[in-house]
C-alpha cells in the first residue's frame, strides 16, 4: 500500500548548517507530496507542497523537489536557525478517489547556538 | 478568516468510558477529516466527511465514530475507550481536493 519513509531523528545541528531530511514515498499514480512542521504542543502547519514531478516547493528558506524517478521530496535549507527546532513530516496524497493524507512518521530537528 | 478550531485541548478519561471531540472547520471548507497521532509517531488517517457524508475511512475499528453538521462542523466520538487510544487527534479541513488547515489537536489521555 502507500507509505511514507523518512530518515529518523533526531537530527541535530549547529545554527547555520545546511539541513537535509530524507523522505521517500510509495504510492500509485502521481501523488502531490508535502512536508508539514510540528512545533511542540501544536498542530501541524504546512510548510510546503508539489503536485506534479520537478516541481520545487519552498517556503522560509526551506526546499523539496519533486523527484518522481527516484520516489523522493527530500527537505533542504541551507542554512538553519534555532527557531527551525521541531518535527519535520513528509506526506502524500493520492492523486484519486478521496483524497487524505499519508504521513510518515516524522524527523525530529534540534538546532543548538 | 478563521482556522480550525477543536476542543476541548486536553482530556482525561478512564477506560472504557466515551468521547466526544469537537472540531469547526475554517470558513469555507466543506471536508473534514480527524487523524489519530500517538507519541512519536506520524499522524494516521481515522476519517473524512464531505457535506456530511463520509467519504473515506482508515484502518480503526466501529468503535470510532464520527458526524459532520450542515456548518460543517464535525465530531469524533470513540466508544470503550483503551489505553491504546491516549493520543493527540487533529482535524484538518479542507476543500474537495484542496489543501489541508490543521487544529491545534486534542491531547486525550486514557488512564
Known amino acids: ?113 | 478568516e478563521t482556522g480550525v478550531t477543536q476542543s476541548p485541548t486536553h482530556l482525561i478519561k478512564t477506560r472504557g468510558q466515551q468521547v466526544t471531540l469537537r472540531c469547526s472547520s475554517q470558513s469555507g471548507h466543506n471536508t473534514v477529516s480527524w487523524y489519530q497521532q500517538a507519541l512519536g509517531q506520524g499522524p494516521q488517517f481515522i476519517f473524512q466527511y464531505y457535506r456530511e457524508e463520509e467519504n473515506g475511512r482508515g484502518n480503526f475499528p466501529p468503535r470510532f465514530s464520527g458526524l459532520q453538521f450542515p456548518n460543517y462542523s464535525s465530531e469524533l466520538n470513540v466508544n470503550a475507550l483503551e489505553l491504546d487510544d491516549s493520543a493527540l487527534y487533529l482535524c484538518a479541513s479542507s476543500l474537495a481536493g484542496g489543501g489541508y488547515t490543521f487544529g491545534s489537536g486534542t491531547r486525550l489521555t486514557v488512564v
Open chain 1, 1 to 113: 500500500g502507500d507509505s511514507v519513509t523518512q530518515m529518523e531523528g533526531p537530527v541535530t545541528l549547529s545554527e547555520e548548517a545546511f539541513l537535509t531530511i530524507n523522505c521517500t514515498y510509495t504510492a500509485t499514480g502521481y501523488p502531490s507530496l508535502f512536508w508539514y512542521v510540528q512545533y511542540p504542543g501544536e498542530g501541524l502547519q504546512l510548510l510546503l507542497k508539489a503536485t506534479k514531478a520537478d516541481d520545487k516547493g519552498s517556503n522560509k528558506g526551506f526546499e523539496a523537489t519533486y523527484r518522481k524517478e527516484t520516489t523522493s521530496f527530500h527537505l533542504e535549507k541551507g542554512s538553519v536557525q534555532v527557531s527551525d527546532s521541531a518535527v519535520y513530516f513528509c506526506a502524500h496524497r493520492a492523486d484519486s478517489g478521496y483524497s487524505t493524507l499519508t504521513f510518515g512518521k516524522g524527523t525530529m530537528l534540534l538546532v543548538s547556538p
